[in-house]
């Protein structure tokens, strides 16, 4: 019973956006933005759909797990951002790859997908011997749930894909899992309006309210009640699996949060006791991508050496749902 990971790979956009190019379109500053998230720079999609990002991170993890896209059996895809109501991203993404023996499932489990992906590549792997590899490929594009005239959101986000060929391994991957969907009202962006040919958009929108500040389109946020939330959650997710693992936070050899703004990383690091150079940060380079964000810095962290076969590694992720999980995998 258990899992090991086989290869990974991941895709940032070329274009590139510094905090100095957002003054020229909001009220904002480098200084801030620095000091309030520790982000510098994000890449973004210029057109690039969340499947053509995933497809290119997915390429290059099944190269690096020297595999061949027929021998995966299950593709699971993690977005909050996908390109199509239907079909799946998991059914593209395959269709593209040529991964005909497998089956996909999308799931929506927001900047901790990649921690409930994984953990449901185990449980599948676990109990059906038909499924031996699982292809978990995070790809968003959440600039285009953003509204570029917020500076209170625009700032924070980037676009990219990771992905990761899980495979049947000897390690257990231990997990915890959690939501507190009363906090759905303080992170959300709409998908559809409910109109149709006979119902006015409008109307649809207002009889079907479920959040009392419901606005339009783009990305909604009340940042100071979700920050509190993280550095909360975060913790308490990680020593969470970590208990089950039989470990302490403290014990890992290396720690991959969501990447969403340095200071909830260092005040989850501070109260899980562990470290701030056993936690792995890029958001500088790269900003929030959401799902995305874990398996692109397990990716980086395996392509710099700093991670090796036989660690154990803690990835803990939150975000709108509200929504937590973590998971402590040996690589
Ligand atoms: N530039 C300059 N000033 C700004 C900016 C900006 N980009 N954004 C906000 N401000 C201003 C505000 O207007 C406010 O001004 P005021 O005092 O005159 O009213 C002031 O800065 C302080 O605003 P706060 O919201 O209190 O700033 P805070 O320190 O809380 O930082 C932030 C805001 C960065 C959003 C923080 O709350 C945060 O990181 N929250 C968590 C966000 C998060 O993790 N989201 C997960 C999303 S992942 C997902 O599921 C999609």
């Known amino acids: 019973m258990g899992i090991k990971i086989l290869g990974t790979g991941m895709y ?16 904002t500053s480098d200084e801030w933005i620095t000091k309030r998230t520790g982000i510098k720079r994000r890449h973004i999609s ?40 239907y079909p799946s991203m998991a059914n593209v993404i395959q269709g593209k ?22 953990d449901m590549a ?19 594009n959440v600039t285009k749930t953003v509204d570029y005239t917020d500076r209170s959101t625009c700032v924070l986000f980037g676009d990219g894909a990771g992905a990761v060929v899980v495979t049947r391994g000897e390690n257990q991957a231990y997990s915890y899992l959690g939501a507190d969907g009363t906090g759905a009202e303080l992170l959300y962006a709409h998908l559809y309006p409910a109109n149709n040919g006979f119902t006015d958009e ?23 009640d979700v920050y509190k939330f993280a550095i909360s959650a975060m913790p308490y997710a990680m020593e969470k699996a970590c208990e089950k693992a039989g470990l302490k936070p403290k014990d890992l050899d290396c720690i991959i949060p969501h990447q969403a703004n340095i200071r909830i990383i260092e005040t989850a ?23 995305a964000c874990i398996p692109v810095c397990l990716t980086q962290l395996l392509e710099q050496g ?20 973590a998971i402590v995998i040996t690589v």
């Open 122 to 140: 185990q449980r599948y792997i676990n109990t059906d011997s038909d499924i031996n590899n699982v292809l978990i490929v995070s790809s968003e």
């Open 12 to 27: 940032l956009p070329e274009k590139v956006v510094t905090n100095e190019d957002f003054t020229k379109i909001v009220d």
């Open 202 to 224: 409008n109307v649809a929108l207002e009889n079907s309210k479920a959040f009392p500040n419901e606005t339009g389109r783009y990305m909604y946020m009340e940042g100071q």
């Open 97 to 118: 790859l040529g991964a005909n023996n497998a089956f996909g499932i999308d799931i929506c489990c927001a900047c901790a997908g990649f921690v409930y992906g994984l």
């Open 306 to 325: 700093k991670i090796k076969s036989g660690d154990k590694v803690g990835m803990v992720g939150f975000g709108s749902g509200l929504i937590y999980g």
């Open 46 to 85: 210029q057109g690039e759909y969340t499947w053509v990002m995933g497809l290119k991170a997915a390429t290059s993890a099944i190269k690096n797990a020297k595999i061949n896209p027929l021998e995966i059996d299950m593709i699971i895809v993690t977005t909050i951002s996908a390109d199509f109501a």
């Open 269 to 291: 690091a501070k109260r899980m006791n562990v470290d701030m150079d056993k936690v792995f940060v890029n958001i500088q380079d790269t900003g929030n991508i959401s799902s």
